[in-house]
């Protein structure tokens, strides 16, 4: 069995073709989707401002070999965010990922300080 690692991923996109239907329930549920939604889950986190509607991103943790490396990772989460935007019924395009593996991150713990 391959070692698993876990990775943070955050996909951009930006808002493209959008109907007047989607653009009225992405502005209704804006509240829903702004600072305090930015989680890093499983099945991946929306948010985006509401004015301009104009950019999003979807924050996603993802669980894969660490042979198939941060690429794969990225890959992964943009393809869930794919699947989730178009079963939303939300047009998008140039989505961009950036990829976290928390396996390998180096924490820099501060020292005691001293009295």
């Keep these: 069995m391959s070692e698993q690692h876990t990775y943070r991923v955050i996909v951009r996109g930006t ?4 109907t007047d239907e989607a653009r009225a329930r992405l502005l209704a549920e804006a509240a829903e989707h702004g600072l305090t939604s930015m989680r890093f889950t499983e099945e991946g986190s929306l948010s985006y401002e509401p004015s301009p509607l104009k950019h999003f991103s979807m924050r996603y943790v993802v669980v894969s070999d660490a042979a198939d490396g941060e690429e794969m990772a990225g890959a992964i989460a943009e393809d869930r ?4 935007l178009r079963g939303l019924g939300y047009g998008f395009g140039d989505l961009k990922s950036t990829v976290t593996d928390l396996d390998t991150m180096k924490i820099n713990f501060k020292p005691a300080s001293r009295r």
């Excluded at 808002?15 to 959008?18: E, F, I, M, Q």
Aim: hydrophobic letters at 40%; a negative charge.
């Design 15 to 18: 808002w493209d073709g959008l």
């Design 81 to 84: 965010a794919e699947s989730t």
